[in-house]
């Protein structure tokens, strides 16, 4: 995945607030996609699983 | 990664039988030139490899496959195949290994069958290395393979397109796809329990939530009906532009014709600029409103008058800390602090200090008239360019007039074609524009009247909207909440990170550009086309050679930066230059891809040929069919050359790869 997705990506998570654990767990999904190895039946799952980070986050917040 | 094509072999295809080897930089050079006589099928060639890195062989009809098959032998042969062999090196330390993508034609029932072979072994389908896997897509390979005039594709204001390229070739498109996957789930989880409680059921949201999503796809159909339509008129536009222009250059009209299209794209473009600006300053209402400029002003004479905003929180907790004294000069007691401690909490911050302190700054007395002459001017100036275009509208019937006068019925058909096609793709062009109008303010909507909805853009975004509405209303409130949080920060990746590469694509194609023609043209800007001018101007289009170097400065660029490396592969490379910007070419090909492949036409010897040879080796492949009309060629090949014959094929071609007999043999014009 291009560097300046993950800079642009780093900012935007900053910028909502969000860990570094959420963030990395959005930049996982965004690489397999990027790298075409995204399977549909995977996508569900791993959302579910980032929801789950975003709203523990914006709860401590 | 580095991809080069090691080596091509076809059978039973169109193309002449035969096997080419190719080199690249770390074998030998990069550059691989290519001179084969006209009908020996270099562009079957070259959609073949297209065919295979895009995989879009997979899509090929039935009849496009039965255009592959071999015509003029006989028996017709009944199976045919397509080898593409490439050195893949993962780092450069690596020695590359070898991956072969076959592709077998079935002539009998008009199919094809992909098989790969690699160090893992033989598959029954193409195995690409994953790291490949995002670039094998139509946009991603056209960028790399050069197949007809780049120019139209992403130069030309208006049907150039340089940004899909950059998306698809950085993965952009990608995580545009998956933000529609996002809320496809999304939605799919709420429609899995059918909005069956009861208040979804009683709830009004519902009952919008399905007329909405049956508007929505009522105008995704129509949208993808007028595209497709698009993609058919451009192609008829394209060919009958063709017919046009041949008939303007017979009767001596085409440099009057490509002035006024010149001076029609360039007003266009100046047009669009003016309005931009003149909308940046609409923005500030300062520019047209005395009424809030005095009133601004007047506010700023009473804050100074009561010495506002006066002094901070911070000052007042370090004066309670540091003094005893209070401001009127009395001991200052604890019951005092304590007033003073509860409430320092209205005042106000140092930020919020500095912003009314730089608000009051900008308050100045008669600072209206600037600006609002500013945008007089603007408006004035805008008003002359629309005239401007008038008159270049008139220049351009008188001339479509004067070619209607002196030509003949077929010619006048062409004429009426081409004006009854352009007035097909302006209407086709609104109705695309239509859907995909967009405008933030939802609210205007009638949530009852999802017809009055023309927008498919529009209708998408409420439908979401209702989607966030009846998330709510089924208890999933916090699945909401991390959807829309998810999207916006892909939202604002995607925006950040596509200004952040436009912005260093621009600045690499002008450090090559500079190389290439001393500055005397420059990338601008990449909006949807790429847009190059000179000292920060822009102009329609270079010449034919400013065009084409500006081309290769942005292909290059995009090639150097993404993690796969790809060879430049260039149908007839300098057809377009002239021969100070061939000498130019020349001189540097060699630096631009560790692989090139050009297929040249005689007339592209002059001067690109001396300068490549003077830059470094060649890999020199000269290729013609054996037939009697190739008598000559093949009498000069030596043993080892004509021992690669097959005798089994009907229509064999023979390889030289010797410098002396590509400078000795011109093939272009032999048929």
């Known amino acids: 995945m291009d560097s300046s997705i993950i800079k642009a990506l780093k900012k935007a998570c900053e910028h909502e607030g969000l860990s570094q654990e959420t963030c990395s767990a959005i930049e996982d999904l965004f690489e397999r996609q990027v790298s075409n190895v995204l399977e549909q039946s995977d996508l569900n799952s791993k959302l579910d699983a980032i929801y789950y980070l975003i709203n523990k986050d914006l709860d401590e917040n | ?671």
Not at chain 2, 104 to 118: A, G, K, L, P, V
Not at chain 2, 261 to 277: G, M
Not at chain 2, 624 to 635: A, C, K, M, Q
Not at chain 2, 650 to 659: A, I
Request: glycine share 4%; charged share 30%.
């Open chain 2, 1 to 671: 990664m580095r991809i080069s094509i090691k080596s091509i072999e076809t059978s039973g295809l169109r193309c002449v039988d035969s096997k080419i080897d190719f080199t690249d930089r770390r074998e030998k050079t990069p550059v691989n030139l290519v001179q084969a006589p006209n009908g020996t099928a270099k562009t079957t060639i070259i959609d073949l490899i297209i065919g295979v890195l895009s995989k879009s062989a997979k899509k090929w009809t039935k009849s496009e496959i039965k255009e592959f098959r071999k015509k003029k032998v006989t028996p017709l042969p009944s199976t045919g195949f397509f080898k593409l062999e490439l050195g893949i090196q993962k780092f450069e330390s690596d020695e590359p290994s070898s991956l072969i993508l076959q592709l077998d034609f079935d002539f009998e029932n008009n199919t094809i069958h992909d098989t790969s072979y690699d160090d893992s072994g033989y598959k029954n389908f193409w195995s690409y290395p994953p790291e490949m896997l995002p670039y094998l897509d139509d946009t991603c390979v056209g960028l790399f393979i050069f197949k007809g005039d780049k120019t139209d594709e992403i130069l030309t204001r208006g049907s150039g397109d340089a940004v899909t390229p950059v998306k698809s070739y950085f993965g952009l498109s990608s995580l545009e796809q998956l933000e529609k996957d996002i809320k496809k789930s999304f939605r799919d989880k709420l429609n899995i329990r059918g909005h069956d409680t009861v208040e979804a059921k009683e709830n009004k949201n519902t009952k919008h939530l399905k007329i909405w999503e049956a508007r929505k796809d009522e105008l995704d159909n129509l949208l993808k009906l007028y595209e497709k339509q698009k993609l058919e008129l451009d192609t008829e536009l394209k060919a009958i532009e063709k017919d046009h222009e041949e008939e303007l250059r017979k009767h001596h009209l085409i440099d009057e014709q490509k002035k006024i299209k010149s001076n029609l794209d360039l007003n266009a473009a100046d047009i669009s600029k003016k309005t931009n600006e003149i909308m940046t300053l609409l923005r500030d209402p300062f520019s047209f409103s005395e009424d809030i400029n005095d009133n601004f002003v007047s506010l700023k004479n009473t804050l100074d008058d009561h010495e506002l905003p006066g002094t901070s929180r911070s000052f007042f907790d370090r004066w309670l800390s540091n003094s005893d004294k209070c401001f009127c000069g009395e001991h200052l007691s604890e019951s005092k602090k304590i007033h003073f401690k509860d409430t320092i909490s209205s005042y106000l911050t140092d930020d919020d200090i500095s912003i009314v302190e730089s608000i009051k700054n900008e308050a100045v007395e008669n600072q209206i008239a600037p600006q609002k002459k500013a945008l007089d001017k603007l408006f004035d100036e805008l008003n002359d360019l629309f005239n401007e275009k008038k008159l270049f509208e008139i220049e351009q019937k008188k001339l479509e007039a004067k070619l209607a006068s002196i030509a003949g019925a077929e010619t006048k058909e062409i004429i009426q074609r081409h004006k009854d096609l352009q007035a097909k793709i302006t209407t086709n062009d609104s109705n695309i524009q239509r859907l995909t109008f967009f405008d933030k303010d939802l609210s205007k909507f009638s949530l009852d009247r999802p017809e009055a909805c023309l927008s498919y853009n529009i209708c998408e975004a409420i439908v979401d909207q209702l989607y966030e509405v009846q998330s709510e209303l089924e208890g999933f409130s916090k699945l909401a909440r991390g959807r829309s949080t998810l999207l916006w920060v892909l939202q604002r990746t995607l925006t950040d990170s596509l200004k952040s590469i436009q912005k260093e694509l621009v600045e690499s194609s002008n450090e090559k550009l500079g190389k290439f023609t001393n500055g005397a043209i420059e990338v601008i800007n990449i909006d949807k086309n790429l847009q190059i001018g000179t000292n920060g101007h822009e102009q329609a289009q270079g010449s034919g050679a400013q065009n084409a170097l500006s081309i290769y400065a942005f292909t290059t660029s995009i090639l150097e930066r993404a993690q796969v490396h790809f060879p430049l592969i260039v149908d007839h490379p300098v057809t377009a230059l002239d021969g100070l910007a061939r000498i130019s070419l020349g001189e540097k090909i060699s630096d631009i891809s560790h692989q090139f492949i050009g297929f040249l036409i005689d007339t592209e010897r002059e001067e690109f040929l001396p300068t490549l040879e003077k830059s470094g080796d060649l890999h020199y492949i000269s290729l013609f069919r054996n037939s009697s009309i190739t008598e000559p060629f093949r009498d000069d090949l030596n043993q080892e050359e004509i021992d690669t014959f097959d005798g089994e094929s009907k229509d064999f071609g023979f390889v030289s790869y010797r410098k002396e007999f590509f400078h000795k043999h011109r093939m272009g014009t032999l048929k």
